[in-house]
């Protein structure tokens, strides 16, 4: 990975510590010198007759874990905000969604995807995610 501040660099399915957090799974991250992009896939749970509900707090930030510097989350495709919910049709549906951010420093190592805190086991929040440039792809 280059050093150069105007490079866009993709993290594909960045390992986490979130034990028990499979659902929604993180996908990739994609940071540009405009945003920060995070990509999920969601796939609805068999304890609901249809499948459930989902949505995303417009509460929700990026923490760098060195500085605790927060960035909110600026955008959402294809998952509604809350208080407004998706709700599935069946136990088989799947959603794919992204969350966008402003932009973080090209030297980030870890961060933690945080909906609500302290949260629950409802909330979408993801910590320890290694940002490691070593395996970064660089987009052109």
Do not use: C
């Amino acid at each position: 990975m280059t050093n150069n501040s105007k490079a866009k660099y993709l993290y594909n399915l960045p390992e986490h510590k979130s034990v028990g957090r499979i659902n929604p799974a993180l996908l990739r991250i994609i940071i540009t010198p405009a945003y920060t992009k995070i990509d999920f896939g969601y796939q609805t749970i068999r304890y609901y007759e249809k499948g459930g509900w989902v949505r995303i707090s417009k509460d929700t930030f990026i923490r760098i874990k060195a500085t605790g510097e927060k960035f909110t989350m600026t955008k959402s495709e294809n998952i509604p905000v809350a208080p407004v919910r998706h709700n599935f049709k069946s136990t088989k549906d799947w959603l794919y969604f992204s969350l966008y951010f402003p932009p973080m420093p090209p030297k980030t190592k870890w961060i933690d995807i945080i909906e609500a805190e302290p949260g629950t086991p409802n909330d979408f929040n993801y910590h320890d995610i290694e940002l490691n440039s070593k395996k970064a792809m660089e987009l052109l």
